[in-house]
């Protein structure tokens, strides 16, 4: 993608709970809520939040496997009745995997940029409790080259996959060092978690976080490299908030001080019919990390916040290596050193991330920019950065599939 070529911003954040096994509200055996309940309280607590809805242009929603999990598709025409004022306007879903959400925003930055809308509505929503695990997995086999990869593929297939990196990262780096370092991240996932009211694992009262995710994994009963605590947890749950351009601010009724700014947005894809290259590698994370710190101007030393895409702890840590924290094989290290807690060398994940705060698939990538605006315009609560050193600048990563569709954007405090 190119410098963005005026400003475009972000405000109006907001999140539904994340809801799902961990969260005392959640019982597999009574009813819960649709996805339609999802997408109308993340957008109408949105709306709430500017003067004149109204002025919106147009929506957008990111989501994955809503026609599985929920056997709903046409999702875009649920949001007229999120606001009236939507009514004939274009609506659109989009979908890329585990990366719908960031796809959703760099779809309504296109827009702002276009001059087609000034104001945008974006939301990202999943809703995956609907069917047992093993059946869910299947569903989400769907993110890989299914024909080529599923039939052959582990039960669980992409728990599988990470499996089989962390498997070649402890071939590569040490076994006892890298499992410290994945256990490490699950237990400062949960630890930011517990500062999120709305967080999946919010309610976790384990006093060992460290020895619960140090627990040998069980190939007979799960995977060969990683247990169950080093993976993200099913989710149901949206985020939303408004891309706008200057005129969209005004027209929303929205101050400066209340909204982001973009510095940058990259989109980078790889190839779903190949394997990786190189297991202990994200090379599409690695190029889209690159590519929008370029694009800011920026290096991965002047961020003051970072939001990765920790499906699992091995993706977490590599992530930080693919964006340039951390030499190859020095992520763990860079855990186990703090460097990741808030005031680290680089905060990340503060609301605790995919581990700790949730990942409803098609939500994640909204939910990650949503939690950089709250960050950026100080209203984080108790998981706020503290942006010292004058690093003002954060960045999210949203990943599809295994490292196939990479959105990623580094955002700003808007100018007065």
């Not at 309940?37 to 809503?66: R, S, T, W």
């Not at 908030?241 to 209340?258: H, I, M, P, W, Y």
Request: with cysteine; hydrophobic share 40%.
């Amino acid at each position: 993608m190119k410098k963005l070529r005026k400003p475009v911003f972000a405000c109006a954040p907001a999140h539904t709970l994340y809801l799902g096994p961990g969260r005392k509200e959640f019982h597999p055996k009574k009813p819960r809520p649709g996805i339609e309940h999802y997408i109308f309280e993340a957008g109408k607590d949105c709306l709430a939040q500017v003067a004149d809805p109204a002025a919106l242009d147009e929506a957008v929603i990111g989501n994955f496997m809503a026609s599985r999990f929920n056997k709903q598709g046409h999702l875009g025409a649920f949001l007229p009745a999120v606001h009236e004022s939507l009514l004939h306007k274009p609506c659109s879903r989009v979908e890329g995997a585990c990366g719908s959400g960031g796809m959703a925003v760099s779809t309504a930055v296109k827009s702002v940029l276009a001059d087609q809308a000034d104001a945008v509505l974006v939301i990202g929503v999943e809703v995956q409790n609907t069917v047992k695990a093993i059946y869910g997995a299947d569903i989400l086999a769907g993110a890989g080259h299914f024909s080529r990869e599923r039939k052959e593929g582990h039960a669980y297939f992409f728990p599988n996959l990470f499996s089989d990196r962390a498997g070649a990262c402890y071939e590569q780096f040490g076994r006892d060092a890298f499992r410290k370092g994945m256990a490490e991240w699950y237990a400062l996932a949960v630890e930011n978690a517990r500062r999120n009211p709305k967080a999946q694992e919010h309610h976790n009262a384990d006093p060992d976080l460290r020895t619960t995710g140090l627990m040998e994994p069980n190939p007979k009963a799960f995977l060969e490299h990683i247990n169950v605590f080093d993976c993200s947890k099913v989710t149901d749950g949206a985020s939303a908030f408004v891309v706008a351009s200057e005129e969209g601010l005004q027209k929303l009724g929205v101050a400066k001080d209340q909204a982001a700014e973009f510095a940058s947005v990259a989109h980078a894809e790889g190839d779903i019919t190949k394997d990786p290259t190189d297991l202990c590698r994200l090379d599409t994370t690695a190029a889209v990390a690159a590519e929008a710190l370029g694009l800011a101007g920026i290096g991965p030393a002047d961020l003051g916040l970072l939001e990765v895409h920790d499906c699992f702890t091995v993706s977490g840590l590599l992530s930080l290596e693919a964006v340039g924290l951390a030499d190859r094989g020095g992520a763990a290290r860079f855990v186990l050193d703090g460097q990741t807690r808030a005031g680290g060398a680089c905060p990340v994940n503060l609301t605790g991330g995919l581990v700790g705060f949730g990942h409803p698939t098609g939500a994640t990538g909204v939910r990650q920019a949503a939690d950089l605006v709250l960050q950026l315009t100080r209203r984080a609560g108790d998981c706020q950065a503290d942006f010292k050193d004058g690093k003002n600048h954060a960045m999210f990563i949203n990943m599809g599939g295994n490292d196939k569709t990479l959105v990623s954007a580094v955002m700003r405090p808007a100018a007065p």
